[in-house]
């Protein structure tokens, strides 16, 4: 007895070891996690990056200060003027949340931070839970060891990095996590068929609606994945217990957030997840009748089911092509059709089109955001394969679809990130597993002992145990063996091998070929911590709202962005309206404090194609334009001086085709000389008469004398020109930012009276001069 208890005793020591090996592990991963993506911090300082971000931390503001109630109800009427914008029914509300009960919990334990510096850390925090649910989810498609290595390299992946940065306060801070998190219980209820993690698994997806529109990416490849394994033969009571669920109390919940609403139910993103749950409905219930009717019996009963069913999906297909036909878009946002169709964007909607995060990704950019994963992912989906499994299955269909939506918007590289860091982990493991155990096996220290892992153990026990029971059942009584015979038999004897020790002989390898192969895994995973290191502290670190560059000087701090909206906020009034681009729109309303006319929710294409042709059109044309908006102030944003790229000369064919696509006057052709787009003196004179070249010209010739373009790399064509409708009231140290103020209208009375004098006098003047006519 005590023999038999000391291999299981050693089998549980082990255990308990490595679950706290493991759980210290995890622990150091979430550090790593967090503290990789605080170099944006230690570098620069505390602030929030990007352009949405600032929407976010004017939300969160007003939520701390006014509570729950007023965030639903707050109407914002500094933004989109004149129309305004009722944000609690326009804003997914999960990052907020998150972040103001963060924020509330931290007062409540008397931690007196700010609002921004909890908007600053939320996206670390949320990287570490990430990495925590990677683990969750990896483990349950193929073992600790896999998850431990899934979860390490997401926390340092740099496309999640990108988007998760300290102060990169924006929704897929948290929605990445609710993303994985959502498929962990999902796969877990899957495993389990526990409708305790079904509910969890709604709730979860609830967290993920409200967080995030990538949410349809879930509600979408769980039903393909559900009738994947129908089609397969895979279907189960627990695919069931995993999937109706959460259509039913999913759909609920999401129809519960304001911007969403019944969208949940009548847009065709959502349409796949109810046709899944009609087919396993009709399978289920053939399984059923399968279980309950003879063979034969069953056969009429399927025909009978089969025939019903197809009628009901006929009927069913037949409302949702009637529905989808009356809508002009057959039932799809604009992004989900670009995603359909990558054309679609640059066609209809260039609003969409303009925006440089959904343009597709270069091959470079994989390199860049996933590394030497894109090489592992291949050998993951092989191993998923040995043995497939429901799960390993899931994980091959997230990463095939993952990889195409990623090479149609490059924002999607997201989602690919989390499925290349769950196949390279699978990978990583199992190559891990092979070498060391062929090393292990052939090690003459390790070859002489008798010692077997857990495993063995556990195969060798159930082959004893099958002898025992025989033998008790072949013997009689007269033949039962003594207590001394049986103390001889339990003498270590010479054993045949079992099958699964004869199967790990096959599998090993020759043992300096297992060396150089740890050794090249190890130089592989190191190369990806340095790159992944590199662009934590370098590509991705920097504000977009604070600019630097290195010289022979030294370093320069380009800090223009905020030195224009100080200078708003400083010296305009309260109720003064700024027109601009609407790139930088949220950025006014959160560190200016002014009204604007367009932003970077572009819910109104209308709006924003007006301000669009105001800047294509000539300065008078535009005054106008701007006049009726009632805009005193219009800023522009301008990089000719210091070599910023991303400024609004390179984003004005976007005005132009924008602008076009509302008002027919507007034609892109006219900007373009021979189809190229150019601002030197071969430039059309369409172009060098607009608003927006006078705007980000004007006295750029008094910088060096030649008025040379760092960004186009030319001169520019019309050096001399003055503004009759626009006068300049403020630029930045670096040129950066301009803001002009509109002219006041003439007025109209003295303006007749000058008028009708100048009549009277041309009258006399014609009549002293006889048939001389006045041109004017």
Same mark, same amino acid.
């Given at each position: 007895?005590?023999?038999?208890?000391?291999p299981?005793?050693?089998?549980?020591?082990?255990?308990a070891?490595?679950?706290?090996?493991?759980?210290?592990?995890?622990?150091?991963?979430?550090?790593?996690?967090?503290?990789?993506?605080?170099?944006?911090?230690?570098?620069?300082?505390?602030?929030?990056?990007?352009?949405?971000?600032?929407?976010?931390?004017?939300?969160?503001?007003?939520?701390?200060?006014?509570?729950?109630?007023?965030?639903?109800?707050?109407?914002?009427?500094?933004?989109?003027?004149?129309?305004?914008?009722?944000?609690?029914?326009?804003?997914?509300?999960?990052?907020?949340?998150?972040?103001?009960?963060?924020?509330?919990?931290?007062?409540?334990?008397?931690?007196?931070?700010?609002?921004?510096t *909890?908007?600053?850390?939320?996206?670390?925090?949320?990287?570490?839970f990430?990495?925590?649910?990677?683990?969750?989810?990896?483990?349950?498609?193929?073992?600790?060891?896999?998850?431990?290595?899934a979860?390490?390299?997401?926390?340092?992946?740099?496309?999640?990095?990108?988007?998760?940065?300290?102060?990169?306060?924006?929704?897929?801070? *948290?929605?990445?996590?609710?993303?994985?998190?959502?498929?962990?219980?999902?796969?877990?209820?899957?495993?389990?068929?526990?409708?305790?993690?079904?509910?969890?698994n709604?709730?979860?997806?609830?967290?993920?609606?409200c967080?995030?529109?990538?949410?349809?990416?879930?509600?979408n #490849?769980?039903?393909?994945?559900?009738?994947?394994?129908?089609?397969?033969?895979?279907?189960?009571? /627990?695919?069931?217990?995993?999937?109706?669920?959460?259509?039913?109390?999913?759909?609920?919940?999401?129809?519960l957030?304001?911007? *969403?609403?019944?969208n949940?139910?009548?847009?065709?993103?959502?349409?796949?997840?109810?046709?899944?749950?009609?087919?396993?409905?009709?399978?289920?219930?053939?399984?059923?009748?399968?279980?309950?009717?003879?063979?034969?019996?069953?056969?009429?009963?399927?025909?009978?089911?089969?025939?019903?069913?197809?009628a009901?999906c006929?009927?069913?297909?037949?409302?949702?092509?009637?529905?989808v036909?009356?809508?002009?878009?057959?039932?799809?946002?604009?992004?989900?059709?670009?995603?359909?169709?990558?054309?679609y964007?640059?066609?209809?909607? +260039?609003?969409?089109?303009?925006?440089?995060?959904?343009?597709?990704?270069?091959?470079?950019?994989?390199?860049?955001?996933?590394?030497?994963?894109?090489?592992?992912?291949?050998?993951?989906?092989?191993?998923?394969?040995?043995?497939?499994?429901?799960?390993?299955?899931?994980?091959?269909?997230?990463?095939?679809?993952?990889?195409?939506?990623?090479?149609?918007?490059?924002?999607?590289?997201?989602v690919?990130?989390?499925?290349?860091?769950?196949?390279?982990?699978?990978?990583?493991?199992?190559?891990?597993?092979?070498?060391?155990?062929?090393?292990?096996?052939?090690?003459p220290?390790?070859?002489?002992?008798?010692?077997?892992?857990?495993?063995?153990?556990?195969?060798?026990?159930? *082959? #004893?145990?099958?002898?025992?029971?025989?033998?008790?059942n072949?013997?009689t009584?007269?033949?039962?063996?003594?207590? %001394?015979?049986?103390?001889?038999?339990?003498?270590?004897?010479?054993?045949p091998?079992?099958?699964?020790?004869?199967?790990?002989? #096959?599998?090993?390898?020759?043992?300096?070929?297992?060396?150089?192969?740890?050794?090249?895994?190890?130089?592989?995973?190191?190369?990806?911590?340095?790159?992944?290191?590199?662009?934590?502290?370098?590509?991705?670190?920097?504000?977009?709202?604070?600019?630097?560059?290195?010289?022979?000087?030294?370093?320069?701090?380009?800090?223009?962005?905020?030195e224009?909206?100080?200078?708003?906020?400083?010296?305009?009034?309260?109720?003064?309206?700024?027109?601009?681009?609407?790139?930088?729109?949220?950025?006014?309303?959160?560190?200016a404090?002014?009204?604007?006319?367009?932003?970077?929710?572009?819910?109104?294409?209308?709006?924003?194609?007006?301000?669009?042709?105001?800047?294509?059109?000539?300065?008078?044309?535009?005054?106008?334009?701007?006049?009726?908006?009632?805009?005193?102030?219009?800023?522009?944003?301008?990089?000719?001086?210091?070599?910023?790229?991303?400024?609004?000369i390179?984003?004005?064919?976007?005005m132009?085709?924008?602008?076009?696509?509302?008002?027919?006057?507007?034609?892109?052709?006219?900007?373009?000389?021979?189809?190229?787009?150019?601002?030197?003196?071969?430039?059309? +004179?369409?172009m060098?008469?607009?608003?927006?070249?006078?705007?980000?010209?004007?006295?750029?010739?008094?910088?060096?004398?030649?008025?040379?373009? /760092?960004? %186009?790399?030319?001169?520019?064509g019309?050096?001399?020109?003055?503004?009759?409708?626009?006068?300049e009231?403020f630029?930045?140290?670096?040129?950066?930012?301009?803001?002009?103020?509109?002219?006041?209208?003439?007025?109209?009375? %003295?303006?007749?009276?000058k008028?009708?004098?100048s009549?009277?006098?041309?009258?006399?003047?014609?009549?002293?001069?006889?048939?001389?006519?006045? +041109?004017?």
């Amino acid at each position: 007895m005590a023999a038999s208890d000391a291999p299981n005793g050693d089998v549980l020591i082990r255990n308990a070891f490595g679950s706290v090996l493991a759980f210290l592990i995890l622990l150091l991963i979430g550090v790593l996690a967090f503290s990789i993506r605080l170099f944006s911090v230690i570098k620069y300082e505390s602030v929030i990056h990007e352009f949405d971000p600032y929407f976010n931390y004017r939300v969160t503001q007003f939520l701390t200060k006014n509570g729950i109630y007023d965030f639903w109800n707050w109407f914002d009427d500094r933004t989109w003027y004149p129309l305004g914008r009722v944000i609690g029914g326009t804003v997914y509300p999960g990052l907020t949340l998150t972040a103001g009960t963060l924020y509330w919990f931290l007062h409540s334990l008397n931690i007196p931070l700010s609002v921004e510096t *909890v908007c600053v850390f939320t996206a670390p925090i949320f990287s570490a839970f990430a990495s925590w649910a990677t683990y969750l989810l990896t483990k349950e498609i193929k073992g600790v060891g896999a998850g431990l290595t899934a979860a390490a390299l997401l926390a340092m992946v740099p496309s999640y990095i990108s988007r998760s940065v300290a102060g990169s306060y924006d929704n897929e801070a *948290v929605a990445i996590f609710a993303l994985i998190f959502t498929f962990y219980l999902y796969i877990k209820t899957l495993n389990t068929g526990s409708l305790f993690y079904a509910t969890l698994n709604s709730l979860s997806y609830f967290y993920m609606v409200c967080s995030w529109g990538g949410y349809t990416f879930i509600i979408n #490849l769980i039903p393909m994945h559900v009738l994947l394994c129908i089609v397969t033969g895979r279907y189960s009571s /627990r695919l069931y217990i995993a999937y109706a669920p959460l259509v039913i109390l999913g759909t609920l919940l999401a129809a519960l957030v304001p911007v *969403v609403g019944f969208n949940a139910v009548m847009t065709s993103e959502h349409f796949a997840s109810f046709l899944v749950f009609i087919i396993i409905h009709v399978v289920a219930l053939v399984y059923y009748i399968k279980g309950i009717l003879s063979p034969k019996m069953f056969k009429v009963a399927l025909a009978l089911v089969v025939s019903i069913g197809l009628a009901v999906c006929c009927a069913m297909v037949a409302v949702i092509i009637a529905l989808v036909a009356s809508s002009p878009t057959k039932g799809w946002s604009g992004r989900s059709l670009s995603l359909l169709d990558p054309t679609y964007a640059s066609k209809y909607i +260039p609003i969409i089109a303009s925006v440089s995060e959904h343009q597709p990704p270069t091959w470079p950019s994989y390199f860049m955001d996933i590394n030497v994963l894109a090489f592992l992912i291949p050998a993951g989906i092989i191993a998923c394969f040995s043995p497939l499994s429901d799960a390993s299955l899931f994980a091959v269909l997230y990463i095939v679809l993952s990889v195409y939506f990623s090479g149609v918007m490059v924002r999607l590289m997201l989602v690919l990130a989390p499925a290349a860091c769950i196949l390279s982990g699978i990978a990583l493991s199992q190559a891990f597993d092979v070498f060391t155990r062929s090393i292990k096996f052939q090690l003459p220290s390790l070859s002489d002992h008798s010692h077997i892992d857990a495993r063995d153990a556990s195969s060798e026990k159930v *082959v #004893l145990d099958d002898t025992i029971k025989t033998d008790k059942n072949e013997d009689t009584p007269k033949e039962r063996m003594t207590k %001394r015979s049986k103390k001889k038999e339990k003498e270590p004897v010479e054993k045949p091998p079992t099958k699964f020790q004869i199967k790990k002989r #096959l599998s090993v390898l020759p043992f300096e070929a297992s060396i150089i192969a740890v050794i090249l895994l190890v130089l592989l995973v190191a190369f990806y911590v340095v790159h992944c290191v590199w662009a934590a502290a370098e590509a991705y670190s920097a504000p977009s709202i604070v600019l630097t560059s290195h010289s022979n000087d030294g370093l320069h701090v380009f800090d223009d962005f905020r030195e224009a909206y100080a200078w708003l906020s400083h010296n305009t009034d309260v109720d003064d309206k700024v027109a601009s681009w609407w790139d930088y729109g949220y950025q006014t309303t959160a560190m200016a404090n002014r009204t604007v006319i367009v932003d970077n929710n572009t819910w109104n294409n209308t709006h924003i194609a007006t301000v669009g042709t105001a800047m294509s059109s000539p300065e008078k044309a535009a005054w106008e334009i701007f006049h009726s908006l009632d805009v005193k102030y219009v800023l522009v944003v301008f990089g000719g001086l210091v070599g910023y790229p991303s400024d609004d000369i390179n984003k004005f064919l976007w005005m132009v085709r924008i602008g076009g696509g509302v008002f027919p006057h507007i034609k892109e052709p006219d900007y373009l000389r021979d189809g190229q787009y150019r601002i030197d003196s071969m430039a059309t +004179p369409t172009m060098l008469n607009c608003l927006m070249y006078k705007l980000s010209y004007y006295r750029f010739v008094e910088t060096d004398g030649k008025a040379f373009d /760092r960004v %186009r790399r030319t001169e520019i064509g019309k050096k001399y020109f003055k503004l009759t409708h626009f006068e300049e009231v403020f630029t930045t140290h670096h040129w950066m930012v301009r803001i002009y103020k509109l002219k006041p209208p003439k007025n109209r009375i %003295r303006g007749k009276n000058k008028k009708s004098k100048s009549k009277t006098s041309s009258t006399t003047t014609s009549k002293r001069k006889g048939t001389r006519r006045n +041109p004017f």
